[in-house]
């Protein structure tokens, strides 16, 4: 659930990002004849705020760039045409081949996985603590892949499993991943139930940490 709850706060940036950049484009579509200084200074907080978001050498930034400072129909509707354009980028995923969305989801992630390590390396802690938070990512992961894809569980209940078995019915993933799931599912169970036995060896639970952090680099690379 703090995976979740994380994540969401995080998408809440990217929607206020969106909300922004429409607010900079009425802004411009709003300039009159005489607004040349106002232009100039829209052209300087876009550019900011383009580069910012999608990198320094974007496009959107370099287009904005060689807009010229007299404020024209044309001149206008050059900059809210970026800016249209950058948005509609940004809600299909194409600024830096994610989606910011995806990007707070893997960033989410992969905090989570240097918290289990962290807690690993602490011999004060169990090691079926970071057992549970690495499976806990994992099942995170694997729901906002589902997501993303726009896939349904078919009536299954939200689990590690059932995202496993809907994502391999779309071919996502391979026969050795799912047995490499189920095989991590089951130390997080035993991790999440008490049975302590089964969690104590810590070399075991690096193995399970070390496996899925390749598992989601391969699957994101």
């Not at 706060?9 to 709003?30: G, N, R």
């Not at 807009?67 to 206008?76: C, L, M, P, R």
């Not at 894809?149 to 779309?170: Q, V």
Request: proline share 2%; charged share 25%.
């Amino acid at each position: 659930m703090v995976a979740l709850d994380i994540t969401m706060d995080i998408y809440m940036e990217f929607e206020q990002v969106i909300a922004h950049c429409k607010a900079l484009k009425k802004e411009v579509e709003q300039l009159g004849d005489s607004d040349g200084a106002k232009l100039k200074g829209l052209k300087a907080r876009i550019y900011d705020f383009l580069s910012k978001v999608g990198g320094p050498n974007n496009t959107f930034v370099k287009q904005v760039s060689s807009v010229e400072s007299t404020v024209t129909s044309y001149q206008k509707n050059v900059v809210s045409e970026v800016l249209s354009s950058f948005i509609a980028h940004m809600e299909n995923g194409l600024v830096g081949g994610i989606s910011p969305k995806r990007q707070a989801e893997l960033d989410v992630v992969s905090d989570l996985l240097e918290q289990a390590n962290t807690l690993l390396e602490n011999p004060k802690v169990h090691s079926a603590a970071p057992a549970v938070l690495i499976g806990a990512t994992l099942e995170e992961f694997l729901r906002a892949w589902v997501e993303e894809e726009g896939l349904s569980l078919g009536g299954k209940k939200p689990s590690l499993d059932s995202y496993c078995k809907t994502l391999r019915e779309e071919e996502l993933i391979t026969k050795q991943d799912v047995k490499d799931i189920t095989a991590w599912s089951g130390i997080r169970n035993h991790a999440a139930h008490g049975e302590w036995s089964e969690v104590e060896d810590r070399a075991r639970i690096r193995l399970m940490l070390e496996g899925v952090n390749l598992f989601i680099r391969q699957k994101t690379a």
